[in-house]
């Protein structure tokens, strides 16, 4: 989706840099997915190596790669010095495999082991990453790519996976910042780095040839960066977004934005000419930054293809039906420079200095942390259209587990995502079928917020 530059200054002026080839894996059997610590060379060569969490010591983990409708087999081995769990962001799962420490599972204690296996029903580019203090165990490195690949493959030269993520770091000794929690962060835009990379790398670079189509997977694993980006030398289309086919491939023509967790999958057509370099650009404070670069030599085709079809349908994608749908309320409050003056934390009545001192700065619903309570209890297959109202001065993330939702506008319908982008002061409406029973988060994904009071969850009975 493109956006001018009055809606980019909206969705990135409250957020804050420089920018490992991806890993296959084939699934049916039950793999180890290893959290530990590591010391990799995540700064460029000839600077110290960092202490990271990492799945399996790869940043990122070990790339998941399957075919719609199989299943994924891991079993999470923890070695880390705390309870840790994994969560399959995006994918329409089970509820009980969601990895959510505290609503699915418990937290998976150190030493031990918990099997995750479930069915993988849609194609598309999704992600997994912990979901126990995510604001730290993310931030440190616990995240990794899972591809569902669809029965035919499309019309493409390579198929790149490209995960996005940044870090704070000490470039002369090497070290991640260790103020994790920090109020600053909590209570303002969220962590975001100084050290930008793309796959564990920055400015990554690819071979390509003229007129090569490629498959460029997205993935927003940052904390909080929202990542504006642009194409350079190549010529492309938006194919999927958060995993999910659109009706109709859109040319990017501009700046696109990517939301912390937020996914897309384009289709581009290498123009620069061999000898030259094709980019993604991160536009970053008016400046283009390399984000990822393709080193074209030679050619590949005489001219270049058309318009490409669209992806195949993944199942159960009709929208709902606005006029049955129940009608519900999300009002996001707090954060530096708000309104809020108190909030309900475990069930009393709070003032906003005695949340900050509890570590909460963020409420929905006027409460902050996730409630014993759900936000709303609904059928399977009752259609639901939620009004998203962002009283802070912050742009949020927001991320519904288990289903996907679209955005509401003038009574028409926008593509079916996981994570929906909300700037500030904004009022947004979504409508989704709720279809998957279970317990299921909705937060704000940029995770500091998630952490300090932008949690809640509900319930399809």
């Keep these: 989706m493109t956006y001018s530059r009055r809606e980019f200054l909206a969705l990135t002026g409250a957020a804050a840099g420089l920018g490992f080839p991806r890993a296959g894996g084939a699934s049916g059997t039950a793999w180890s997915l290893i959290a530990r610590e590591a010391n990799l060379q995540l700064l460029p060569e000839g600077y110290p190596k960092t202490r990271v969490w990492a799945y399996d010591g790869r940043i990122p983990g070990n790339e998941i790669r399957i075919l719609q409708g199989s299943r994924v087999r891991r079993q999470l081995v923890n070695e880390l010095t705390e309870g840790t769990s994994v969560h399959w962001h995006g994918i329409r799962i089970d509820n009980t495999m969601d990895g959510v420490s505290g609503i699915t599972q418990d937290a998976v204690p150190p030493g031990a082991t918990f099997d995750y296996d479930f069915a993988v029903p849609d194609a598309g580019t999704y992600w997994y990453h912990a979901h126990n203090r995510s604001f730290e165990q993310v931030g440190r490195g616990l995240s990794g790519a899972l591809i569902v690949e669809e029965p ?177 309320k999300l009002v996001m409050s707090g954060g530096a420079m708000g309104r809020m003056n108190s909030a309900v934390l475990n069930g009393e009545r709070t003032n906003f200095r005695e949340l900050a001192q509890a570590g909460y700065f963020w409420s929905l619903n006027d409460v902050a942390n996730i409630p014993d309570t759900p936000l709303a209890t609904f059928s399977v297959g009752e259609p639901v259209r939620m009004n998203l109202t962002n009283d802070t001065v912050f742009p949020h993330a927001m991320h519904l587990h288990g289903m996907h939702f679209r955005a509401v506008s003038d009574k028409q319908m926008g593509p079916m995502r996981d994570t929906l982008l909300i700037a500030a002061g904004e009022t947004r409406e979504v409508a989704f079928i709720a279809d998957n029973p279970g317990k299921w988060l909705f937060h704000c994904h940029m995770l500091e917020h998630a952490a300090s009071g932008m949690t809640t969850w509900i319930n399809v009975t």
Aim: a negative charge; hydrophobic letters at 40%.
């Design 152 to 328: 035919r493959s499309p019309d493409v030269d390579a198929d790149h996976v490209l995960l996005l993520d940044d870090w704070l770091i000490d470039p002369e000794i090497g070290r991640l910042a260790e103020n994790f929690g920090q109020p600053m962060q909590m209570s303002h835009g969220g962590r975001t780095g100084n050290y930008v990379t793309t796959n564990g790398t920055y400015d990554l670079t690819l071979g390509a040839r003229q007129n090569e189509r490629l498959r460029l997977r997205l993935i927003n694993a940052s904390n909080a960066r929202i990542f504006a980006l642009g194409i350079q030398g190549l010529s492309g289309w938006t194919v999927a977004l958060d995993g999910m086919p659109l009706p109709t491939p859109q040319p990017v023509e501009d700046v696109f934005l990517l939301g912390p967790a937020q996914r897309a999958d384009l289709f581009v057509d290498v123009a620069a000419q061999p000898g030259e370099t094709a980019r993604i650009l991160r536009i970053d404070r008016d400046e283009a930054i390399p984000q990822v670069s393709f080193s074209v030599t030679g050619q590949g085709a005489k001219v270049q293809r058309s318009a490409p079809a669209p992806l195949p349908s993944n199942p159960r994608m009709d929208p709902p039906d606005l006029g049955s749908a129940t009608p519900i």
